[in-house]
Every structure is written in C-alpha cells, then in structure tokens.
C-alpha cells in the first residue's frame, strides 16, 4: 500500500484528497469493529466490507476503488 500511495503524482490533489478519507474511513470502522459499533455502508453508499475481512482483502478492496490493481 505504501507504494501505491508513493505513487500517486505529488500534484493530484484529487487523488490524495480521496486517498485520505478512505483511510480515514477504513480507519474509523476498524474502531467502531473494535469497540462493537456497527457500520452502516460505505461512503458512497455501497455496503461496508465485511468486518471479518482480512487486512489483505481491505488493502485490495481498497487498491481496486483507486484504480491501482
């Protein structure tokens, strides 16, 4: 993933903007797994991952909306 994110051309404030708050919603549902919260969907309203997802499957899921994979 960090190769992924070096890659991202340095003047593509779009492409970092979404990056950024992807992560910070992945982030956010790993805290509210952790501490039993439920998610309702994902920020464009398509269903949350599964919270039983590995972290290779959120980090390819997450490689496929960005178009890296």
């Not at 993933?1 to 992807?22: I, P, W």
């Amino acid at each position: 993933m960090e190769a992924a994110l070096t890659a991202l051309a340095a003047d593509d404030d779009a492409a970092h903007a979404k990056v950024t708050a992807r992560l910070e919603a992945l982030s956010r549902r790993a805290r509210d797994a952790r501490s039993g919260v439920v998610a309702d969907g994902g920020p464009d309203g398509a269903p949350a991952p599964a919270a039983d997802a590995s972290d290779d499957e959120l980090f390819e899921a997450l490689n496929k909306e960005l178009g890296l994979s």
